[in-house]
């Protein structure tokens, strides 16, 4: 159901791969709502990958870059500029990946030249993105700037590993250049927490489906799928949130603000007959 809150805006796209990426359920959502968009991403996942099927169905450009590199970042800005008729209205971060584990190498034997990558691709870029649409003055007045983040960037999950590290360093560039810009231009730059999702970046984490369950069991409202981090996506480009900046926002059914849900702890109880009522509801008071 669309409801507009995007019409006449402009916005960039960073990271759809395929039909299970947040991203790409993001654009799907911004056109949807009224968005002209650009999507980006790099040349061999987009020589490899389904972003034409995309690109075709939503009728936008796609402009390759690589995310690292900062004059690959200034050109898509210019040429979203040159495609979409005006200065961009809300970009999505929707990048990280690990080559640590990717190589399966746990957190006390990294190997750092391997960790510079995972900063660089997975935060760094982040700060490459907005320096570059800054210096451009790419994004138009009250713009909003979206990266997707996770809880492990404030806990430690087991298997998540450097992309922890990663996590914490993109919040910390949304809060810093959050200010900056904010003051400066009234753009704002905000991080979303979302709860474990099936991507195929996710699916290189150690034990996914097992967190997925477990995270699924904490949460008071279940896990949120991508189609909803898209909705929520929207009310941080839309007008709506105009006075938002700087935060890094829980999207995860509540599983942030949980010590230990009666899911969980059923799982070691081995039922939960304790708490079923005669009518057979369980009692969560």
């Known amino acids: 159901m669309s409801y507009n809150l995007l019409k006449g805006k402009r ?15 993001v654009a799907e959502r911004a056109v949807e709502e009224g968005a002209t968009i650009t999507l980006s991403n790099t040349p061999v996942a987009v020589r490899m990958g389904e972003l034409s099927t995309l690109s075709e169905k939503l009728n936008c450009t796609i402009i390759p870059a690589d995310a690292t590199n900062f004059e690959d970042l200034e ?31 746990t957190y006390d034997d990294l190997d750092y030249k391997l960790l510079d990558k995972t900063l660089d691709i997975s935060a760094v870029s ?3 993105m907005i320096q570059a649409a800054k210096k451009l003055g790419a994004i138009s007045e009250c713009g909003s700037i979206v990266a997707l983040s996770y809880v492990a960037a404030q806990r430690t999950f087991f298997g998540y590993n450097d992309m922890a590290d990663a996590k914490a360093l993109l919040e910390s560039i949304a809060r810093s250049f959050g200010y900056i810009y904010g003051r400066e231009h009234k753009v704002r730059v905000n991080t979303i927490s979302q709860s474990p999702t099936r991507t195929t970046a996710g699916s290189g984490v150690k034990g996914m489906e097992k967190l997925l369950d477990f995270s699924d069991r904490m949460s008071p409202l279940g896990n949120a799928s991508a189609d909803e981090c898209a909705d929520y996506c929207m009310v941080m480009f839309s007008d709506l ?15 942030s603000s949980v010590g230990m849900s009666l899911r969980a702890m059923s799982t070691y109880e081995k039922g939960l007959d304790d708490y079923m009522a005669e009518d057979g509801h369980i009692i969560y008071g």
């Open 241 to 255: 949130t105009k006075k938002v900046t700087m935060q890094n926002l829980f999207h995860d059914g509540g599983f």
């Open 126 to 128: 982040f700060h490459k």
């Open 11 to 25: 916005g960039i796209i960073f990271g759809a791969l395929n039909d299970q990426s947040i991203a790409w359920k």
């Open 75 to 105: 050109e898509v800005f210019k040429k979203s500029m040159e495609v979409l008729g005006g200065k961009i209205d809300f970009v999505l971060h929707s990048i990280g990946m690990s080559p640590n584990v990717r190589k399966k190498r």
